[in-house]
């Protein structure tokens, strides 16, 4: 596992960053999700007026002094309308999935951010956090080390990576002195009440689904959720705060875009086994090499298609390539523009999973 030095970053704790905080009301798209109610309670706990725009209404975020809008991204009307009166938006909802019709990711994740965009303009929002994923500069290699200067993807096996690359593009291309844009790439997302990743390791392993593809040394970033809201809410400051006497630019992170991780690449596989160790699970033993497993995936996705199956397939190209590759990022870009310092390690955070883990068995 790769480590960063953090003895020459700023000092960076939770009261520091929530009361340097801009004060302004704010707009969450997808507010009830794992990063979005997690962002949503962070700026409830500092005082801000906050809207919530979803699918599925929160009792628990409105008792707490949310406004819920009860909409999807599709009602171009309802998302215009629930930016009028607000200085930020998080525009954090999306379709995620490695798997389905390319129509319904485009019309989630690029209508609706044309949407979220249309209604930041129309109603002189300040600022727009868009939500990315490093998924966007998939181009099927390793990526070690990678910085933002890569190229976003046009040529993926997965509809979610396109559309969240078409939607980033316009939303960076929005900036301008009247709405400042910033886009944000977490990766890999995680911690306790996570409802994805963790949660789709732990099935596939008990029911003997889960295979190490390829090598099984590929390293991964990771980002613990709460270092994940950390880093929306530094955009929001660098988006809204008078840089420093060094800076080139008024306001160095507008309009670009900041992969946000752990910055403690791991080999994937270690991690993952020494997670089902943990819980009293056996490790992952069996492996597919890499050839093959892309095979599979091709099979599985012709197959998926040409039936019209439901769900997903149990492989995809895409998945085949994510889980056998390197996909580790550079932190400068982050540390230098918005003063992002993960504060819950990767060993903090495991612990506090596997402890929740356990006691949820």
């Not at 819920?68 to 215009?80: H, P, R, Y």
């Amino acid at each position: 596992m790769e480590t960063f030095s953090r003895s020459s970053r700023p000092s960076l704790s939770l009261g520091n960053l929530e009361s340097a905080a801009p004060r302004g009301s704010v707009l969450v798209t997808g507010g009830t999700g794992f990063l979005g109610s997690r962002l949503v309670s962070r700026l409830l706990a500092a005082g801000r007026t906050v809207r919530v725009l979803g699918r599925t209404p929160s009792p628990e975020l409105a008792q707490r002094g949310a406004r819920f809008i009860q909409a999807s991204l599709d009602d171009a009307a309802a998302v215009a309308a629930a930016c009028a009166g607000v200085d930020t938006v998080f525009h954090v909802a999306a379709k995620v999935g490695v798997w389905g019709h390319y129509d319904d990711f485009f019309r989630t994740n690029v209508l609706g951010t044309r949407a979220v965009l249309a209604g930041c303009q129309t109603h002189g929002v300040r600022q727009l956090i868009y939500t990315s994923t490093p998924s966007v500069v998939y181009n099927g290699r390793d990526l070690a080390d990678a910085d933002e200067s890569l190229p976003l993807t046009i040529d993926c096996p997965s509809a979610y990576p396109l559309t969240k690359a078409i939607a980033e593009r316009e939303v960076l291309a929005a900036n301008s002195s009247r709405l400042r844009t910033v886009a944000l790439r977490p990766h890999l997302i995680w911690g306790v009440g996570d409802p994805h990743l963790v949660p789709r390791v732990l099935a596939r392993a008990r029911t003997g689904r889960l295979r190490i593809i390829g090598t099984g040394t590929n390293r991964v970033d990771m980002v613990h959720v709460e270092n994940a809201v950390d880093a929306h809410l530094l955009a929001e400051r660098a988006l809204e705060s008078t840089p420093g006497p060094n800076s080139k630019s008024e306001f160095p992170a507008s309009g670009r875009a900041y992969f946000i991780t752990n910055e403690e690449p791991v080999v994937l596989w270690d991690w993952i086994n020494a997670l089902l160790r943990a819980v009293g699970e056996p490790p992952v033993t069996k492996r597919v090499s890499l050839g093959p497993a892309l095979a599979v995936g091709a099979g599985c996705e012709l197959v998926w298609r040409v039936f019209r199956l439901r769900g997903e397939p149990p492989m995809t190209r895409f998945v085949a390539a994510e889980l056998a590759k390197d996909h580790w990022f550079n932190p400068a870009a982050a540390r230098r523009d918005l003063g992002y310092v993960p504060r819950i390690s990767m060993a903090a955070g495991t612990a506090e999973l596997i402890a929740a883990l356990a006691k949820s068995r």
